[in-house]
Every structure is written in structure tokens, then in C-alpha cells.
């Protein structure tokens, strides 16, 4: 598998439920980003957790991140239909490319009203 | 504070003609990164410039492909004689210190999509 990739590919849950997205990576990293995207446009920082971090919060998201086991998990909670987009992770290795973002291939997030 | 400009947002081509997509950072910012997406994929690294420097352009083709970031105006990637493959949306990010040592976040554009007929 390739660095950053998003498990499920697609994921769809009524509105007011949970989500939860997992990513999995294979090399030492600095940092791993969590970004959406809705269909066509740009992308859209949610959250950025560090190498020496195991769970952080910002509002309905919770991330949390194993470097054990080279994953981490994004939790969308309370999920309302605006939140149907594209989830990417993005990891920035640990040495002096920390700048290169490696993204998987995103979750398709789909929440029904 | 506006958030990084790109554009055109949609560019058609025919092959072999030349495409200029620009990208203005945010206010403050003097890193910028170019990143591709094809369809169905995720974002994939192009190259990282300073004003007036390429840092790493590992993530660029060989060929056909250049980007600048000069002192005044914005950074351009230019693709010249397109092909068909070169179709998919190329996105700008750029961060206020670039992330070499630090952990700073890309902040990102809207993107450009690039269709060669």
C-alpha cells in the first residue's frame, strides 16, 4: 500500500451519526495532516497532529495517531450533510523533506440528511 | 487576509500548446509548493519554491515541466507541448517559514484544472 492511505475508500452514514476514517503509512514522519475536500474545489486543513502526539481535538473532529502501527484515525462526530466531501491524509516525513506532503487517496464521505 | 489565489480555475488546451498556471501565496507566506491530482487519486508533490529558488523539483517530469517563483508577481508552472496525460487539477499550497525543520501548515488553493482535448 502506498504512504497515507485512506481506509474505507467510501463511507456512507445518516446525519447525527459517527465517522471514522483510518490512514495507514509506512515510513518515520514528522507530522500527518488531515485535509477535505468537497467535489471540485480546493483543499481544506482540519487538523495537523505531530509525531510525539497521540490524540488531538478541534470541534467535532478527534484524530488520534499510533506510530507503532504507522496509523491514525479522523473521527467526525455528530456528522451533519455538509460534511460530505473527501477526506485526505497527508504525512511529512521525518529528515529534511518534512515539507513534501505524501496524501493517499482519500474517503469519500457521504452523510445523508 | 485573502487565502492562495490561483488561476485560471479551468484551463483547456489542445495538445501541444503550452499551458501558464499561476499561483499567488498568502500575504506573508514566501514558500510555495506545486502539487498534482489526477482523477481518482490523491495530491502528489511537484516542487517546493522560495522567491527566486527552486528548493526541490523531485516531484517534476523531466520534461515539458518548469515552475519559477520570482521576486515580484506570482509562481508560475508552466507545461509546454501538452499531452493528453498532463490532465488533472494542479494545486498551489504555500506556508509563512516552509516546513524544512519546522512543522508548518500548507495552506491551499483552489486549484487549476487542466484539461488537454
Known amino acids: 500500500s502506498q504512504q497515507g492511505e485512506e481506509d474505507p475508500q467510501a463511507l456512507s452514514i445518516q446525519e447525527g451519526e459517527n465517522a471514522t476514517m483510518n490512514c495507514s503509512y509506512k515510513?518515520?514522519?514528522?507530522?500527518l495532516q488531515w485535509y477535505r475536500q468537497n467535489s471540485g474545489r480546493g483543499l481544506v486543513h482540519l487538523i495537523l497532529?505531530?509525531?510525539?502526539?497521540r490524540e488531538k481535538h478541534s470541534g467535532r473532529l478527534r484524530v488520534t495517531l499510533d506510530t507503532s502501527k504507522k496509523s491514525s484515525s479522523l473521527l467526525i462526530t455528530a456528522s451533519r450533510a455538509a460534511d460530505t466531501a473527501s477526506y485526505f491524509c497527508a504525512t511529512a516525513s521525518s529528515g529534511g523533506s518534512n515539507y513534501k506532503l505524501t496524501f493517499g487517496k482519500g474517503t469519500l464521505l457521504t452523510v445523508n440528511p | 487576509n485573502a487565502g492562495v489565489m490561483q488561476n485560471p480555475r479551468h484551463l483547456v488546451r489542445r495538445r501541444g500548446q503550452e499551458a501558464r498556471l499561476r499561483c499567488s501565496p498568502m500575504k506573508g507566506h514566501s514558500h510555495v509548493y506545486w502539487y498534482r491530482q489526477l482523477p481518482e487519486e490523491g495530491l502528489k508533490f511537484m516542487v517546493y519554491l522560495q522567491k527566486e529558488n527552486i528548493i526541490d523539483e523531485s516531484g517534476m517530469p523531466k520534461e515539458r515541466f518548469s515552475a519559477e517563483f520570482p521576486k515580484e508577481g506570482p509562481s508560475i508552472l508552466r507545461i509546454q507541448q501538452v499531452v493528453r496525460g498532463d490532465s488533472a487539477a494542479y494545486f498551489c499550497?504555500?506556508?509563512?517559514?516552509?516546513?524544512?525543520?519546522?512543522?508548518?501548515?500548507?495552506?491551499f488553493g483552489p486549484g487549476t484544472r487542466l484539461t488537454v482535448l
Open positions: 515510513t518515520s514522519i514528522n507530522n
Open positions: 499550497a504555500s506556508s509563512p517559514r516552509g516546513s524544512r525543520g519546522a512543522t508548518d501548515t500548507q495552506y
Open positions: 497532529i505531530r509525531s510525539n502526539e
